[in-house]
């Protein structure tokens, strides 16, 4: 849990380090909640907004709802095997990011006005000059990078837990109440 | 008094567009007179300071930012005619707004987060009663963090060395992002045992494993004034947000 919490608060910068286009900063509550369940999950959207508060994105701190709402669906799609395969990982990657999108754009707006600290902020002011109101600017904005955002989370998680050795998948496969895990070959 | 003055600068500039109400003016009064607690809003470590002063930066460029994307693309009837092109009045307006309300409330949770120690941090959890993993994984979280980009370099530089390009194109650079992550979560999967036996030899984590009789230094908390300036940051935090969200009144 830990390590996702660490996980969660530095995969921005390991975008930006690589050059990346994405936030990629719900990976490590994804994998949490495919590994552990949605209670260390949802614990670990919580913390890692916290802590991105003082190292950079303090904005982070207002979006704990959208890290609970991903810790409880990506814990829900792990239970039915949507991580087992690649596509599977990506279509619901693809409605987490609708979901995440339809939660995070009521906070966006009433709170920060649409805007975020982000370059999609860019986004919020095509849509706003193209006639949309406010909310549904930010929900559009949301839907447009957060489906591809959430989908090649999913992606990298569910090829992580491909490429995990089984020694360690069985030690939280052995724990009652836990997600499937288990890869298909 | 004011040993810190870039806080108070910030402080100060951060709430100057509220001057333009009457009632902003009073919300700068209020806030004005935290400033003499400013020497206790230090950051208490060279990482936070760092954060501290990344965002100071940050903040104004992204502020000219906002104005300038939301007067190029923003709509409204009001259009003034620039050098560079035409620009919405309106959209300038709502871009300085809206970048200013975020830089008040982040510089209030900001101010509130950095001079936090990260032991008081997990000791004040412990005294809520919550399970004595949670505070442990905080602080294991803070350390992780803290030799997490070293460790991505060094995998980098070791998938480099073996062939595996993980910066180049989008793509490429997505499929190789595996090859960084997967080795990542080994290393600190192993570092965080190690580290959490460590605070288990500290006594920070009451389990069934055998500990140390050692007590935990821990630093006085400074009392009535913590609670003052928890009280005054809190109140002004969230009564910027009942300003800026309308339920207060509001007239720029």
Redesign the interface.
Known sequence: MAFCIALNVSMGQIASLLKIPLYLDMVGTILCAVLAGPAPAMITAIAANILAAPLGSPSMIFFIPVGITVALVSSAWARVGAFRRWWTAIASGIVLGVISATVSAPIATFVFGGVTFAGTDLLVAVFRGAGFPLLQSVWLQGLTSDTIDKAISYSLVSSVIAGLPSRLLLRFRSRKDRPDVSMES | MIREPRTAVVLIVAAAPLMLSPLGLAILIFIAWQLPFTPFFR?NSA??KS??D??QR?SLA?VV??VV??G????GERMFQSPVGQLSID?LE??L???L??VV??TA??LY??PLSSLDLANRLRSWRLPA??P???????Q??EH??GD?RRIQDAQTSRGIM??GA?LP??R???M???P???R??SA?VDRAVGFQLRRLYLSNFPGTSLPIALRPAPGLLSLAMTVIVWSTFLFG?LV??GIAPYVI
């Not at chain 2, 442990?136 to 803070?142: E, Q």
């Open positions: 950051p990482q936070r954060a501290w990344r965002f940050s992204f930012v906002a994307i939301n190029t693309f923003g709509a959209g709502f871009g707004q809206t970048s309300r975020l409330i982040t949770a900001i987060i950095l993993g949670i442990i994984a905080l602080l294991l979280a803070l992780i963090l997490l980009p991505v993980i910066r989008f650079t997505l190789g992002l595996r960084l992550v997967s990542l979560i080994f600190s999967l965080s947000i800026w969200m």
